[in-house]
């Protein structure tokens, strides 16, 4: 679902990578991973290779994002997180649909009520050790035609969506986060820029960082990074895997050895450390991630 935010940004403006920021993060990074393909929990020998890949040395992912209502009882799902839970995964409902802010869905997708609703009676009977840990919003309006031309009714769309995924989440303990691109400080939102205004109501943000070397990737993360430490909120950075994205050799690690995958997310981890709000680092995503090999 990423695809249209890495082309466009491509032209989006480039910032001084931060070496001497006068703050830092004193927490150990975090590593996620996005799970699009959550049909697999269904699946014992696919999920037993899912908990391979997550649990290696290379990987160590502490949280997945994982894609709910795939028509899928709540034992499937129950089974899945227990397991999760157990090995030190936390896992996140993850939801999102572009043409939520025109008020519907895609032909063959849930509406947002539907999603939340559907994370309501899932909370409300999974037992303790089976419960989700967050709510992961997923809508991308930039990637709909009308982007440029209703910029301002889509952005006031995704607040509204934002607003009631955290007014829903409240009763069930849950925090609230959602995927933003890194030039979301160039979009106007209310009276400031996109990324302080999510995360204002957003408990943390995944920023779409993606770029094939540690230092390209973190030129273009300076500012949200920026933004949310000044908040006192937390930001991730991620890295594309996919080879099925425009100008791959600039924003996907598609094609290089896992061995260089894993040396560069530990040399971004290092770096990011500098900015306070700085909380780990999501893979997308799992699917391409556990084809790579080297």
């Known amino acids: 679902m990423h695809w249209c935010t890495t082309l466009m940004a491509l032209a989006a403006p480039v ?17 996620a991973v996005w799970l699009w393909n959550s049909d697999i929990i269904q699946d014992d020998v696919a999920t037993d290779k899912f908990f391979s890949v997550a649990s290696a040395p290379s990987n160590k992912f ?33 939801m999102g649909d572009a043409q939520w802010v ?34 992961h919003l997923d809508v991308e309006p930039w990637g709909l035609d009308g982007w440029a031309s209703n910029k301002g009714e889509y952005v006031d769309s995704l607040v509204s969506i934002v607003s009631r995924a955290t007014e829903a989440a409240k009763p069930l303990g849950l925090p609230v986060a959602a995927d933003l691109p890194f030039w979301a400080n ?4 209310e009276d400031t820029k996109l990324d302080a205004c999510m995360a204002k109501r957003l408990d943390s943000i995944t920023f779409m960082t993606y770029r094939s070397t540690p230092k390209d990737l973190l030129d273009v993360a300076h500012s949200v990074l ?22 791959a050799s600039l924003i996907s690690y598609a094609g290089k050895a896992l061995s260089t995958l894993a040396g560069d997310l530990t040399n971004i981890e290092t770096l990011a450390k500098s900015h306070s709000g700085f909380s780990g680092i999501a893979v997308h995503d799992y699917k391409s991630l556990s084809g790579m090999s080297g």
């Open 15 to 31: 910032y001084a990578l931060p070496f001497s920021l006068p703050f830092g993060s004193t927490s150990t990074p975090q590593r």
């Open 62 to 94: 502490t949280t997945v994002y994982a894609l709910i209502d795939r028509d899928m009882g709540n034992e499937a799902w129950q089974s899945f997180i227990k397991k999760c839970n157990s090995s030190g995964i936390a896992v996140e409902g993850l």
């Open 102 to 135: 025109l008020g519907g869905t895609t032909e063959d997708g849930p509406t947002f009520q539907h999603s939340l609703d559907w994370v309501k009676q899932y909370q409300e009977s999974a037992p303790d050790n089976a419960k989700l840990a967050g709510i």
């Open 186 to 189: 160039t979009v106007d939102c």
């Open 226 to 247: 920026n933004t949310v430490s000044s908040m006192g909120k937390k930001g991730w950075v991620s890295v594309e895997t996919s080879a099925d994205v425009g100008e």
